[in-house]
């Protein structure tokens, strides 16, 4: 229940520099894609910017101003200044590109975070609070959780066994301040516990311990954010129901909690009250828990899951349980993936929405409510903005000498871009293209060329065709060549 992010020590930094990067460089909307699943619906940002809901709808939580159910995914409203979304059990928080954080859907519990004992369910998005620092966001069972680029963590809603962390087991319907650590990275509302990041690499949980899910080697409750272990290299922390689990810098994954149907992908199902470690891979980049299985991606973008497989909740084209991981299909594509209550999702580099598992209320958006069992395409394309082109500096050469063109490619979905080309032009003018063709995102390049055009001022640009089929963005950047 909780947004893809991909996060690391020192991931407030990164986020702030993601953020301002966006703000300078990025046309108006563009951010990376954001997917998620509740119990009964599902939810996407889209790299416009635009937020789309799918699924049951019985108190408002897909946020369209009824309570009517949708089979396929909806436009909430008609902006696109949406930039994150999670999906709690029965509501959904999201965060704006201007920092401000929403909530919809129900709130017995005060999960919505209006305050002033706010109880009721809202059908369309209300802003919590009015700060404009939000970066991070996750919603749980009945309760909410989340983190400011200041380092602060915020939680709210339902308390029964400490979840909240803040010493008490009162619920709150406004969000209350935990502690006054200001270096907070992560927070992960699972069921009923929450797990949370520091800066440092340092992990924390606190709520319900009765199956071990807080991993410190009991099954006693904490109403205050517990020390795992000593470890200082955690990343990504998730969970689900009463278990939880979370990848280290050094691309291994850890388990612990409830182990009684393989969540843990252990291979067994034995419970474990410490972070036990998941096989002999390095290569985990992101772990995603649903209620009882997990969905999980490596660095080679191939797709694994494990766990509870009921409702085909796995992908894996049948409905057994599995205990280790186990890879979904063969694709090795895969640039995201989220997981519902009993459902997931993920993304090709296609940059269409691919979903799997229950679907009784429509939960994944493919216009009817029979279960998959497999991924399948929803048609939905998330990743629709192109990649960011940047060449880098303004050259000056002389006639006849080596020019040295400095440019990179950025795109938050995609590895590659296909048809990448530099234009040279004088005026509206193409007076020389290069044709380079394929080339890797996160990069940055150089082509150098024996500059053989006249005298005078050229400006230069970087062109790109990401493999979702999606143009640069624009409008575009260029830089100016002199030759003497």
Request: charged share 15%; proline share 3%; hydrophobic share 35%.
């Given at each position: 229940?909780?947004?893809?992010h991909?996060?690391?020590?020192?991931v407030?930094?990164?986020?702030?520099?993601?953020?301002?990067?966006?703000?300078?460089?990025?046309?108006?909307?563009?951010?990376?894609?954001?997917?998620?699943?509740?119990?009964?619906?599902?939810?996407?940002?889209?790299?416009?910017?635009?937020?789309?809901?799918?699924?049951?709808n019985?108190?408002?939580?897909?946020?369209?101003?009824?309570?009517?159910?949708?089979?396929?995914?909806?436009?909430?409203?008609?902006?696109?200044?949406?930039?994150?979304?999670?999906?709690?059990?029965?509501?959904?928080?999201?965060?704006?590109?201007?920092?401000?954080?929403?909530?919809w859907?129900g709130?017995?519990?005060?999960?919505?975070?209006?305050?002033?004992?706010?109880?009721?369910?809202?059908?369309?998005?209300?802003?919590?609070?009015?700060?404009?620092?939000?970066?991070?966001?996750?919603?749980?069972?009945?309760?909410?959780?989340?983190?400011?680029?200041?380092?602060?963590?915020?939680?709210?809603?339902?308390?029964?066994?400490?979840?909240l962390?803040?010493?008490?087991?009162?619920s709150?319907?406004?969000?209350?301040?935990?502690?006054?650590?200001?270096?907070?990275?992560d927070?992960?509302?699972?069921?009923?516990?929450?797990?949370?990041?520091?800066?440092?690499?340092?992990?924390?949980?606190?709520?319900?311990?009765?199956?071990?899910?807080?991993?410190?080697?009991?099954?006693?409750?904490?109403?205050?954010?517990?020390?795992?272990?000593?470890?200082?290299?955690?990343?990504?922390?998730?969970?689900?129901?009463?278990?939880t689990?979370?990848?280290?810098?050094t691309?291994?994954?850890?388990?612990?909690?409830?182990?009684?149907?393989g969540?843990?992908?252990?291979?067994?199902?034995?419970?474990?009250?410490?972070?036990?470690?998941?096989?002999?891979?390095?290569?985990?980049?992101?772990?995603?828990?649903?209620?009882?299985?997990?969905?999980a991606?490596?660095?080679?973008?191939?797709?694994?899951?494990?766990?509870?497989?009921?409702?085909?909740?796995?992908?894996?084209g049948?409905?057994?349980?599995?205990?280790?991981?186990?890879?979904?299909?063969?694709?090795?594509?895969?640039?995201l993936?989220?997981?519902?209550n009993m459902?997931?999702?993920?993304?090709?580099?296609?940059?269409?929405?691919?979903?799997?598992?229950?679907?009784?209320?429509?939960q994944?958006?493919?216009?009817?409510?029979?279960?998959?069992?497999?991924p399948?395409?929803?048609?939905?394309?998330?990743?629709?903005?192109?990649?960011?082109?940047?060449?880098?500096?303004?050259?000056?050469?002389?006639?006849?000498?080596?020019?040295?063109?400095?440019?990179?490619?950025?795109?938050?979905?995609?590895?590659?871009?296909?048809?990448?080309?530099?234009?040279?032009?004088?005026?509206?003018r193409?007076?020389?293209?290069?044709?380079?063709?394929?080339?890797?995102?996160?990069?940055?390049?150089?082509?150098?060329?024996?500059?053989?055009?006249?005298?005078?001022?050229?400006?230069?640009?970087?062109?790109?065709?990401?493999?979702a089929?999606?143009?640069?963005q624009?409008?575009?950047?260029?830089?100016?060549?002199t030759?003497?």
């Open positions: 229940m909780r947004q893809p991909r996060r690391a020590p020192l407030l930094t990164i986020l702030a520099g993601l953020l301002l990067a966006a703000a300078l460089c990025a046309p108006a909307g563009a951010v990376p894609p954001s997917v998620d699943g509740g119990d009964m619906h599902s939810a996407v940002v889209r790299s416009d910017g635009t937020l789309w809901t799918s699924g049951g019985g108190l408002g939580q897909l946020g369209l101003g009824d309570t009517v159910q949708r089979t396929s995914f909806t436009q909430v409203g008609s902006g696109s200044e949406w930039a994150v979304v999670d999906c709690g059990f029965m509501h959904t928080l999201a965060i704006r590109q201007d920092g401000t954080l929403w909530s859907g709130n017995a519990a005060g999960q919505l975070g209006q305050g002033a004992a706010d109880v009721a369910p809202h059908p369309t998005p209300v802003q919590v609070g009015a700060r404009t620092d939000w970066v991070h966001v996750s919603a749980g069972y009945m309760h909410s959780a989340a983190v400011t680029a200041t380092g602060e963590l915020w939680c709210w809603g339902s308390n029964t066994f400490g979840q962390g803040d010493s008490t087991v009162i709150r319907s406004a969000p209350t301040r935990i502690g006054t650590a200001d270096d907070w990275a927070v992960a509302c699972c069921f009923f516990h929450t797990v949370g990041l520091r800066s440092s690499g340092f992990l924390y949980a606190w709520g319900l311990n009765n199956k071990g899910q807080l991993g410190d080697n009991t099954v006693t409750d904490s109403n205050t954010p517990l020390l795992v272990d000593s470890a200082a290299d955690w990343t990504i922390p998730d969970g689900g129901r009463d278990f689990l979370s990848p280290k810098a691309g291994t994954i850890w388990g612990w909690g409830w182990n009684v149907i969540q843990l992908g252990l291979g067994d199902l034995i419970d474990r009250h410490r972070p036990t470690l998941m096989g002999t891979s390095t290569l985990w980049t992101q772990a995603r828990c649903g209620l009882y299985h997990t969905i991606r490596r660095t080679d973008h191939t797709l694994w899951a494990w766990g509870l497989n009921a409702t085909g909740q796995l992908g894996l049948d409905l057994a349980n599995r205990s280790a991981a186990t890879q979904i299909g063969s694709a090795d594509d895969w640039l993936a989220a997981a519902g459902s997931s999702c993920g993304v090709q580099s296609d940059g269409v929405l691919r979903t799997w598992g229950f679907n009784t209320t429509g994944l958006g493919l216009g009817d409510t029979a279960q998959r069992t497999s399948t395409s929803t048609g939905l394309r998330i990743d629709v903005t192109g990649p960011l082109t940047k060449p880098r500096k303004n050259v000056t050469v002389s006639r006849g000498r080596k020019a040295k063109l400095q440019y990179s490619l950025e795109d938050e979905l995609c590895v590659s871009c296909t048809s990448v080309k530099i234009r040279i032009k004088k005026g509206s193409t007076v020389k293209t290069f044709n380079l063709g394929t080339k890797q995102t996160g990069r940055q390049y150089t082509k150098s060329f024996t500059c053989r055009l006249s005298r005078g001022t050229y400006r230069w640009y970087v062109y790109a065709t990401d493999t089929g999606n143009r640069q624009t409008p575009l950047k260029s830089k100016k060549l030759v003497r």
